[in-house]
């Protein structure tokens, strides 16, 4: 009884991480792998749109993912994954901390978040 019911967990465990949910469910801790596998797909905008989603622990620390939008939603939505900290605790956690154009108004401006490094050493496969 007990073979089947690791044998069922990891195989559940193998097929959430070779899907990748579009949401992680917020108990899941994050592996680098998933969390670059997450932000590099497509997601629908329109269902989104100022959304703010926990999808887990990566090393330990909260990420979140933000879907800020202002003028023409859902089109100028952005997808925002990053640590759950304040940007002073930023490298005490191994974050990376980066300035991006977040839509403001009927405009955009910068603003910096604290980044997980995966994501930051993959900038081009993250899909924002």
């Given amino acids: 009884m007990v073979a089947k019911v690791v044998l069922v967990t990891g195989c559940a465990l193998i097929s959430a991480v070779a899907r990748v949910p579009a949401q992680p ?14 932000a590099s797909q497509s997601y629908d905008r329109s269902k989104l749109v100022g959304q703010h989603v926990v ?28 640590y759950d900290i304040p940007l002073s605790k930023c490298s005490e956690v191994g974050g990376v ?31 924002r």
Avoid at 27 to 36: E, M, P
Avoid at 59 to 70: E, K, W, Y
Avoid at 102 to 123: E, G, Q, Y
Wanted: glycine share 2%; proline share 5%; with cysteine.
């Fill in 97 to 127: 901390e980066k300035s991006i154009l977040v839509p403001f108004s009927i405009a955009a401006m910068r603003k910096s978040f604290c980044f997980p490094k995966v994501l930051t050493d993959n900038w081009d496969r993250y899909v």
């Fill in 55 to 82: 999808l887990g622990q990566n090393h330990g620390v909260s990420v979140i993912a933000d879907f800020p939008c202002s003028d023409l939603c859902p089109n100028y939505t952005v997808r925002i994954i990053h």
């Fill in 25 to 38: 469910d917020a108990s899941d801790i994050l592996s680098d792998k998933v969390l670059l596998q997450y």
